[in-house]
């Protein structure tokens, strides 16, 4: 799907009659994404609302990139944070341990049935990522026979896994790969993702296309040698890249079995589908299977803090503690007390308020609203999602499948929109369409605890968005 020259033109910076549309200022001190516009002013928030300087309360939609998902101002996290504030902010993980770590990783120890018998904490999606493929090669070092010739992974296209060197690597971001690529190791390999909208055949059913999709995997491992590939990376539902695509039945399963095979370790990335955003803690659950490795981010701190983890397979930590009992990688903030405890107090809160089948519940009536609304839209050519994480995405002619090129920042433009205060929604623009080869979205992802009326509030405001832009 990708390829470097077709990049060369994606992930453009919004016209300035796009910034016009959202009244965004110019110039600001801090560096984000965009060094030329300055976003909305945010300084406060309530339940699912963003308040900007200017007073506008911006209904968040997306909970930001799928984090904020007990919205902005449960007292019972403040509470959480304050107390652990005032016990010990800080204190060292080479030397040390401290409760707030413990109680959230015995919490997510349980939470798997004790499949996942440890957990790492780190401070985002993308260093639990570069965890993950780092512990999978020392894994395969410290077997009672090892196998250090297990030197290649394989990720899939049009995937989202972070930024840094490594887990840009294992990702297939077009944009965001361009310019880095003399730097993106060679040994990491993309094979085609599940994506029945745009890759299944005409001829083909569901159970024919993912047999597909597991003899290119097969077929991957063998162009490469089966006993030189240490792990397979996949997002259980992606998110950033192709926007709220649900697996398949049996779809994961059949790709944990061609890595089995291979006696490859399966890696499952959860940063953004996992801690119930898809209606189950894991979003393994539904998949009926078993990651050896699994990130977690978003939906775990609730953007209370800044949190992210890594979720070990029992046996691989059997294995490493069979050998040097170590794993080779530290980072200064990880367990962070403040951070746990905030993510600790969230996953009580997820728990205790029952939230799980709330997110089922109104996930459901979502879907229900949106087909119900933009299912005759001319623009609107899929409409996908699972639990509270819904995809559409637009096509400039329904029966072709012909999707806005790049150049048109569409989703970009959709979200400025949903910013102007009429409008007053903030809606996740994908990147669906960087590569030019897929068709660009938007994304919803409303909190856990969302009612039936705040989701005919999205519903309308993001329809009046899209007939703004596309009629
Ligand atoms: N993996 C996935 C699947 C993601 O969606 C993201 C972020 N969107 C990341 C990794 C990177 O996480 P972070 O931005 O917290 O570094």
Not at 44 to 66: F, P
Not at 243 to 258: D, F, N, Q, R, S
Not at 383 to 412: C, H, N
Not at 440 to 450: C, F, G, M, R, V
Request: hydrophobic share 35%; net charge negative; glycine share 8%.
């Amino acid at each position: 799907d990708y390829t470097p020259e077709v990049a060369a033109d994606s992930m453009p910076i919004l016209s300035e009659k796009q910034v016009d549309v959202a009244g965004i200022k110019p110039s600001s001190g801090v560096l984000y994404h965009q060094l030329r516009n300055e976003p909305l002013n945010i300084v406060g928030g309530r339940g699912s609302y963003l308040i900007t300087e200017d007073g506008l309360e911006i209904l968040d939609a997306t909970c930001g990139a799928a984090v904020s998902c007990l919205g902005h101002s449960d007292e019972r996290v403040h509470e959480a944070i304050l107390d652990q504030l005032k016990k010990v902010p800080y204190c060292y993980s080479m030397f040390f341990t401290n409760s707030a770590a413990e109680s959230l990783a015995k919490f997510l120890v349980d939470s798997t049935g004790g499949k996942m018998s440890r957990a790492y904490i780190v401070s985002s999606g993308t260093e639990a990522v570069e965890a993950a493929v780092k512990m999978a090669i020392q894994y395969f070092t410290e077997l009672p026979v090892p196998e250090p010739q297990r030197v290649n992974i394989i990720s899939r296209k049009s995937s989202y896994h972070g930024n840094t060197l490594g887990s840009l690597a294992v990702g297939h971001h077009a944009s965001r790969r361009r310019i880095y690529e003399s730097l993106l190791s060679k040994n990491i390999h993309h094979v085609p993702q599940c994506y029945p909208y745009r890759r299944m055949n005409a001829n083909e059913n569901n159970e024919e296309y993912v047999e597909r999709l597991a003899q290119e995997l097969e077929d991957e491992f063998q162009r490469l040698g089966p006993n030189t590939v240490c792990a397979f990376v996949a997002e259980t539902m992606p998110g950033a890249t192709l926007g709220c695509v649900p697996p398949l039945p049996g779809y994961l399963k059949a790709l944990k079995a061609v890595c089995e095979r291979h006696g490859a370790l399966f890696i499952l990335d959860e940063v953004m589908s996992g801690m119930g955003r898809t209606g189950t803690l894991h979003a393994w659950e539904q998949e009926d299977v078993v990651p050896d490795l699994q990130t977690i981010a978003k939906g775990l701190g609730a953007g209370y803090a800044p949190i992210a983890g890594l979720l070990i397979n029992k046996h691989v930590v059997d294995t490493l503690n069979k050998g040097t009992g170590a794993f080779v990688h530290s980072q200064t903030y990880q367990g962070h007390p403040v951070a746990c405890a905030a993510a600790y107090k969230v996953q009580q809160i997820i728990r205790d308020d029952n939230l799980l089948p709330n997110v089922r519940a109104m996930g459901e009536y979502l879907g229900q609203r949106l087909h119900e609304r933009l299912d005759s839209h001319p623009h609107v050519g899929d409409i996908r999602g699972r639990g509270l994480f819904w995809a559409m995405e637009f096509v400039q002619d329904k029966e072709t499948k012909e999707p806005y090129p790049p150049s048109k920042a569409l989703s970009r433009t959709l979200h400025a929109t949903g910013l102007k205060p009429e409008n007053a929604i903030s809606l996740m623009p994908g990147n669906g369409g960087i590569d030019g080869a897929n068709g660009d979205h938007i994304i919803l992802a409303p909190p856990y605890n969302t009612t039936r009326e705040e989701i005919d509030l999205i519903v309308d405001r993001t329809v009046r968005v899209i007939q703004e832009i596309l009629g």
